[in-house]
């Protein structure tokens, strides 16, 4: 996880985007959706100070518990 908690969240999320493309064959569309979902998650956790490799459950609730 150390080195996870260096990568950028853009980075995170096409890392994941590949395994999606790579290992289960997502199609196009399901790759862009998760892309659009990943991304606005990704703003909302920055908002709240946190990076993609930090999250942790309590933070994706937008009423803070």
């Known amino acids: 996880m150390a ?3 260096r990568r950028s969240n853009s980075t995170l999320i096409e890392l994941f985007l590949d395994m999606l493309a790579s290992e289960r064959g997502a199609a196009p569309n399901t790759l862009a959706a ?3 979902d ?3 998650f990704a703003s909302f956790a920055q908002k709240r100070g946190c ?3 930090a999250v942790e459950r309590d933070d994706m609730d937008q ?3």
């Open 34 to 36: 998760y892309a659009r």
């Open 3 to 5: 080195r996870a908690a």
């Open 51 to 53: 990076s993609l490799s």
């Open 38 to 40: 990943l991304a606005r």
């Open 63 to 65: 009423q803070g518990g």
